[in-house]
């Protein structure tokens, strides 16, 4: 478990995996990008950004850094198809597993 100020971020395996892979990726075409998660209309959304709001927090993992709207904890996971990033909420039992190939 990570935590910032007051916010709780947990990532499963899988999350970390796919974030690691996504910044590197991001970081060979862009230097300063880096995956934020942030309130969106329909919950929230992680998207490459190379420019922090101010009320972002950097959380640094394993091979990835990742930028979270003050405010925002939970369980970054990994649902199909497209391996999608989501973010469960604090507590939630539910976890993905890495599918078997």
Known sequence: MVRYDRTVIEFTEWAREILARTHEAARRFNPRATVRLGRSG???????????????????????????????????????PHDRLILRPPGQAERSGRPLP
């Open 42 to 80: 329909s919950g929230v959304e992680f998207a490459l950004t190379d420019e922090p709001r101010e009320t972002d927090r950097l959380i640094r993992g394993e091979g990835f850094e990742l930028l979270v709207e003050e405010g925002l904890e939970g369980v970054v996971d990994v649902v199909e």
